[in-house]
């Protein structure tokens, strides 16, 4: 039966009195088992409310795009591209995406290997591999606000945590955050710290997915504990950390309450990701031209984030 | 080899751990010390220990306001999220109908959609259709963003669903609608927890939306209120901490009393691939 058919379309019309069969017994007796009673009732909340804030205002955001204007009456100065010509010259813009790309390397080659790491100590259900997934996790589930306020007190040259460091030393301490380049280095710790743990359940849950009849009869064939890792478990777990740098990419892409709240994208706009741009420039400027501009930027490389990694996934479950 | 191991392990594990504690633990305990005392001592016990930090925030109505606004906002994001997607999930899943494929794609379209995109005209419409300084404006958005991704894991649960259950349902003369009461929604708890804790988590700690929305500040999230906080006290650091020690008690908590329903909600976007 063909699926997208409705269940009064495939029954036969035939005139005559209503009897079963006919067009109007079947209306009745979809009206009584409540079939388009049920679909007029059940689906237009969902599509009412995601047309009304998700598809229309990101076509709207690419149709504003092209206008200069101030969010008030209607937008009518249409300026072409000038709106994505200024994005793209904007040396500020440009550290934005720049400071995007530093934290998916630091995930990358930080956060995730340490994740993979620790995921493999705690993969097994003892007591001491449970309470420690438990804290691992624990940064993660704070808001990114909380997180960004955390570290801003341990990250202060007078008070934190930093400054009583450097005082065991006997040096004064610096103001990592007021400093261009050390602030960025100090945002990049806050993500390793706040994100591991994600990175870990992701591993852990990948790990536990790995047949353990496989680990042992190696173990029984006389396979060391790192022999089994690096040949076994790890290219078993390679959809998971295809997964989880996906999950990075896109997570950075959308990274913003953590740096207002840890540095506001000072000092001298060194900091900033590409929504605390837009954020700082488009929205509290009410530039809504420009802003949307950059906000198509970033729908654009999520989409190609998103192509990219389908075009991963579909290889590799080609090859197995 | 094997105690090599053990050793190893634990000292890697007991490292790891102390970076995701030792600024949990700073934080709490500074809350109960002096400006001088967070001055020279940022990990040790407090010389004195001072609750005023704490008595200050919880004696306002301010902070008690602002809990309240974000519980009402986060209760109505979740109990919609769950109705509007589950009924839309429901159909998707049991009914056929014309068009259903297309539809089916259309929901799932929010799956590549970053909120950043939509922000600007997403406050547009709500400025228009005067719900700035309303709950409703951070509701609503809220749960339309969530419907993508709440859809295509009901969906796939109930499709999952024994089909004998259903069939013997319509040949007893059920209707839809209390098939879905009776038969789908109970059989779905797990799942529903799932989608009911990644709402739940999302509107208690989102922040780019309500500080778009809403400027009146008694209607602000804790979020948005906590940053005005800082604001006002950024030099005294006791008082801050001792703030955002008390909004981190409800997150944790839920982290303790329901860790397997948080974790597989927060990480479900894994389980689905």
Known sequence: ?320 | MKSFFSYYRWLVLLLVASFCLVPLWATVIGGFKTTGDLRTNALGLPRHWVVDNYISIVSTARFWQMLWNSTVIAGFTVVLTLLVSSLAAYTLAHMRFAGRKWIANYLTLGLTFPFATAVLPVFIRVRDLGLLDTYWGVILPQVAFNLSFSIVLLRSFFAELPKELFEAAIMDGCSYPRIFLRITLPLSRPILATVGVLALVGSWNNFLLPLVTINDEAVYPWPLGIMQYQGQYSIEWGKVLAFVTLTMIPAIALYLMAQKQVIAGLTSGAVKG
């Not at chain 1, 690419?62 to 709106?83: L, Q, T, V």
């Not at chain 1, 630091?106 to 804290?135: C, E, G, H, K």
């Not at chain 1, 909380?146 to 400054?163: C, P, S």
């Not at chain 1, 806050?190 to 536990?208: C, D, E, N, S």
């Open chain 1, 1 to 320: 039966m063909p699926s997208n058919r409705t269940v009064i379309e495939e029954l036969p019309i035939r005139k005559g009195p209503p009897g079963k069969g006919s067009l109007k017994y079947g209306l009745r007796k979809s009206f009584q088992s409540g079939t388009l009673t049920t679909l007029l009732l059940f689906l237009p909340p969902a599509l009412v409310l995601f047309s009304l804030f998700v598809i229309l205002p990101v076509g709207e955001a690419s149709y504003y795009s092209f206008f200069n204007w101030n969010g008030y009456g209607h937008p009518n100065k249409w300026i072409d591209f000038e709106n994505y010509l200024r994005v793209f010259s904007d040396p500020v813009f440009l550290q934005s995406l720049g400071n995007n790309g530093l934290v998916i390397l630091v995930s990358a080659f930080i956060q995730v290997p340490l994740a993979l790491w620790v995921a493999l100590l705690i993969a097994d259900r003892t007591r001491s591999s449970v309470v420690f997934r438990a804290i691992f996790f624990v940064p993660y589930i704070l808001a990114d606000v909380v997180a960004g306020l955390i570290w801003r007190y341990l990250y202060d040259g007078d008070y934190g945590l930093v400054g009583t460091i450097f005082r065991w030393f006997g040096h004064d301490a610096p103001d990592v955050l007021a400093e261009v380049g050390w602030a960025t280095a100090a945002l990049l710790l806050v993500v390793v710290w706040k994100y591991f743990g994600f990175h870990m359940a992701l591993f852990i849950a990948g790990r536990q997915n790995v047949p353990n009849d496989v680990i042992e009869s190696a173990r029984i064939d006389g396979a060391s504990r790192w022999k089994i890792t690096r040949f076994i478990v790890l290219p078993l777990m390679r959809p998971v950390v295809v997964l989880s740098l996906f999950f990075s990419l896109l997570g950075s892409l959308q990274l913003f309450d953590l740096i207002i709240a840890l540095t506001g994208g000072g000092p001298l706009n060194s900091s900033h990701s590409a929504v605390s741009f837009l954020y700082t420039f488009g929205i509290r400027r009410m530039r809504v031209g420009f802003g949307s501009a950059v906000g198509v930027v970033i729908f654009i490389i999520c989409v190609l984030v998103m192509l990219f990694y389908k075009r991963i996934f579909m290889r590799e479950s080609a090859s197995r």
